[in-house]
Structures are given as C-alpha cells and as structure tokens.
C-alpha cells in the first residue's frame, strides 16, 4: 500500500437522468474518502432532477421522482461535493461520463471548476486486464470485492474505492508506477488507447 499510503483520495459516483450531461441531470452523489490506504469516511446525497426521471432510467438505479421530491436542489448539492473534492486527487469508475455532469452542475451553480488530478480505475483495469469485462460490476464479482447497492451512488462510491486499493498496489508491483500523479496519468492513456470509436454509451455511471 506504499503508492497510497500518505495519500488522500475522493472517490466519486453520481446517478443521472440519461446519459447526455447537455441534456440530463444528476439525481444523485455519492462520495467515498480514502487516507493512507484505508477508507475513513463517507458521504451521498440525492439532487432534486429539475425533470421527471425516465422509467428505463429508474429500472436502473431504482430512484424516482417520489424520492427527489424532498432532495436537496442541485445549488444545495454542488458547493458541499466542492469543498469535500477540495484540490487533491479524485477517482471514478469510467470518468468520462461522470466528469461532465459534474463540470455542468458545479458550472450551473457557480462552483469552483473540478480541475483534481484524476484516476480512473476502469483504465487502472483495462490496463491490467485487457479491454474487455471491465464494467464496476464485473470487476468486483471478479475480484470477490463487496459491492453492496449496485446502481446507486455511495455503493458505487465506496466499491470504486474498495476496487482502487486492490488496483494500485497491482499497478506499483506489475507496471512499476511510485506515484499517485503516475497512476491517473496513466489510467487515463489506458483509457485512451482502449476506447473504441463509435462504442454504444455505457450503462450508467459505466456499472
């Protein structure tokens, strides 16, 4: 645990309206803390949608409109998940559809921009792994990681987490990264030499 170990992360998971931030809205955050190698703290909220959520999209994550109705509005929402980010280092699974509705709804509400370093582990997994079988689902049967309310935010959140404390320490004994600033940039290479041109969307939230 050497590459984490003094080392504070943010593991992100959000749940959303569809799957277009120019057109859809998080419902949902979920936030994961890791310091020095080990999770210390927790924290979620659902974010009233400002539209109704499609029934195709609740078959997914469960979450309905009778459920948002006393959420937090999004203003709410966005600077609290702001301030706990801070400047340091976050992770996502599949960071390329949760970074957009993110830089939307912090932009929407005048928070400061979500610039942090950032490690994807399905890049940290595609590069161990080969491209595919590599959805946060897969992973954690794979793995025999816990991965308790799956589609939903905090769950997603915390079995990121628990998936990127088994990745890296792979990646410092297989592939020789000594830094957490060379494990994102390298998450993020994996995830641009594997991506295909043309692929279908991901389910949401890339679970």
């Not at 078959?59 to 709410?76: C, F, K, Y």
């Not at 957009?100 to 161990?128: C, H, I, K, Q, S």
Request: hydrophobic share 45%.
């Amino acid at each position: 645990m050497a590459l984490l170990g003094g080392q504070r992360i943010v593991v992100v998971d959000v749940e959303t309206t569809g799957w277009s931030a120019a057109n859809d809205s998080i419902i949902e955050i979920g936030c994961v803390t890791i310091d020095h190698g080990a999770i210390t703290d927790t924290w979620s909220s659902l974010v009233q949608a400002g539209r109704p959520v499609p029934p195709e999209v609740t078959r997914i994550h469960g979450i309905t409109d009778a459920m948002l109705a006393s959420a937090p509005p999004a203003p709410e929402v966005a600077k609290p998940f702001r301030e706990r980010c801070g400047t340091g280092m976050v992770a996502m699974h599949n960071a390329g559809f949760d970074l957009p509705f993110l830089e939307a709804l912090l932009r929407r509400y005048g928070a400061a921009p979500l610039y942090n370093p950032v490690v994807d582990t399905l890049g940290l997994a595609r590069g161990l792994f080969g491209q595919g079988g590599n959805s946060l689902g897969e992973l954690t049967r794979r793995l025999e990681l816990r991965h308790a309310s799956a589609h939903r935010a905090l769950g997603d959140a915390r079995a990121t987490a628990e998936l990127l404390l088994v990745l890296a320490p792979r990646w410092e004994a297989e592939k020789g990264v000594t830094s957490l600033a060379e494990l994102a940039a390298s998450s993020l290479d994996a995830i641009r030499l594997t991506s295909k041109r043309g692929s279908h969307p991901p389910a949401l939230a890339g679970v």
